[in-house]
């Protein structure tokens, strides 16, 4: 007997997650168990539902959906992230992948091509727009993970311990406490790791916190 597919949809436009909802009830091994209007409350929902897969949206108040799969694919590894949204900028796609996306689609996909999609992510696969599938191989090719690690390296011992905490999602003031210092010492220490990893904000340090491995480094 086929496994039913427990699945939270993450919008911040109620119509919009009403609407999938409507579409996803009329396949019957697909069950959505919850619907948020931000990575926050995506969170909360996952706590309390344990949903396979989540269908996630990028752009949302509080906390967007880059930070939202950053933090579901570390602390739930079993729960796939199905990105789902209109946006198919270069940077938007390459930050939902970075953070460890199991695929990518936009809001106009077919109905058949979403549920199709759905399989395929929970089957391990990793399904991708045709729209946005060019830029992520323009990114794979253009993109050395070796200068990656270089500006990593290039950080202090005190800088990589503030970069291990963005990586886990800390605030300033959960940095601070932390580590010891005042808030306005990691809003320097913070500005000064962004310059220096090349990247426009603490999202895209994360990530990199993410992939050099350093989130599993200490407490």
């Known amino acids: 007997m086929k496994k039913t597919i427990r699945i939270l949809i993450c919008d911040d436009q109620q119509v919009v997650c009403e609407g999938f909802k409507a579409i996803l009830s009329t396949v019957k091994d697909l069950e959505v168990v919850g619907a948020a209007y931000n990575g926050e409350q995506a969170l909360e929902w996952i706590e309390k539902v344990h949903p396979d897969l989540v269908?996630?949206?990028?752009?949302?108040?509080?906390?967007?959906?880059?930070?939202?799969?950053?933090?579901?694919?570390?602390?739930y590894p079993d729960i796939r992230v199905l990105v789902l949204t209109t946006y198919d900028d270069d940077e938007w796609v390459f930050d939902a992948i970075r953070a460890c996306a199991h695929g990518y689609l936009l809001k106009n996909t077919p109905r058949e091509e979403l549920v199709k999609a759905i399989y395929e992510t929970m089957s391990g696969k990793t399904p991708v727009d045709p729209s946005v599938a060019g830029k992520l191989f323009s990114q794979i090719q253009g993109k050395s993970i070796y200068q990656e690690s270089a500006l990593v390296e290039n950080l202090n011992?005190?800088?990589?311990?503030?970069?291990?905490?963005?990586?886990?999602?800390?605030?300033?003031?959960?940095?601070?406490?932390?580590?010891?210092?005042?808030?306005?010492?990691?809003?320097?220490?913070?500005?000064?790791?962004?310059?220096?990893?090349?990247?426009?904000?603490?999202?895209?340090?994360?990530?990199?916190?993410?992939?050099?491995?350093?989130?599993?480094?200490?407490?």
């Open 55 to 75: 269908l996630m949206d990028l752009k949302m108040p509080v906390m967007n959906g880059i930070q939202a799969t950053l933090r579901i694919t570390q602390q």
């Open 157 to 219: 011992p005190r800088e990589r311990d503030v970069l291990r905490l963005i990586g886990k999602g800390k605030t300033n003031s959960e940095i601070a406490r932390t580590l010891h210092l005042s808030e306005g010492t990691v809003k320097n220490l913070v500005s000064r790791i962004l310059t220096k990893l090349q990247v426009d904000d603490r999202t895209q340090a994360a990530l990199l916190a993410v992939k050099s491995g350093m989130t599993s480094e200490g407490n």
